[in-house]
């Protein structure tokens, strides 16, 4: 399966996926990473692994659809089949998730759909998660749809939180969980193996 990824950050969920592939579990083949962010180190990840890793700034475009557009258009150009969103930061238009219908996956670091929403994202869930005193936490696989982190769920994992746990402490343990959960999602996908039925997915 031909993948793409939209990344803002570091990268280490994107990271999780090129080990993959290259050990064989994930049967795909990055075609184009895209960040919306210059500085974000995934797009060196990216770049030492010999995939086509490239900036597009939004100032770029008038408006928020036409940069979506800019990204259909070079996902389109590579005929990639998957969408991973890794770390990626902004909403995507309706143009783009009508384009990729059901074949857009998401990493969400909450047990959705707890946490999760506008202005959830990065450390402030983990924030929230502390202040609000939950027991677990963890993170989603999902795939995407119109609304925030609202797409039907392919994973969840979850972890316990700890009286002596710091936004650090937690924001580390739920990564370590992402990558895991990410990689089966996407290993799932390409082995044809995920079936969405209303809002369930069924693993076949
Ligand atoms: C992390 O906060 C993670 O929870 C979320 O995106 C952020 C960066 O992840 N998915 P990454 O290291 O860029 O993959």
Redesign the pocket.
């Known amino acids: 399966v031909k993948i793409g990824v939209l990344?803002?950050?570091?990268?280490?969920?994107?990271?999780?996926i090129i080990d993959n592939i290259k050990t064989g579990n994930i049967n795909g083949e990055i075609k184009l990473i895209i960040s919306n962010k210059e500085a974000?180190?995934?797009l060196t990840r990216g770049k030492e692994s010999g995939i086509e890793s490239i900036y597009i700034s939004r100032k770029r475009f008038d408006s928020e659809e036409d940069y979506n557009s800019k990204l259909i258009e070079e996902f389109k150009k590579r005929d990639v089949e998957l969408i991973v969103?890794?770390?990626?930061?902004k909403v995507l238009s309706k143009e783009f998730i009508h384009e990729f219908k059901n074949r857009i996956i998401?990493?969400?670091?909450s047990l959705i759909p707890s946490f999760c929403g506008k202005g959830y994202?990065?450390?402030n869930?983990h924030k929230e998660v502390l202040n609000y005193g939950v027991k677990i936490t963890g993170?989603t696989v999902h795939f995407v749809d119109e609304g925030t982190d609202t797409g039907p769920i392919i994973l969840q994992e979850s972890i316990e939180v700890e009286s002596f746990d710091t936004i650090d402490t937690l924001?580390a343990k739920?990564?370590e969980v992402?990558?895991k959960i990410l990689v089966q999602g996407v290993k799932l996908y390409c082995e044809n193996r995920l079936s969405i039925e209303g809002r369930k997915v069924i693993i076949n």
Not at 85 to 89: D, F, K, P, R, V
Request: glycine share 18%; aromatic share 10%.
């Open positions: 990344i803002s950050g570091g990268g280490t969920n994107l990271q999780s974000a180190y995934g969103l890794a770390g990626y930061l998401n990493i969400h670091p994202y990065g450390e869930v993170a924001k739920v990564l992402e990558h």
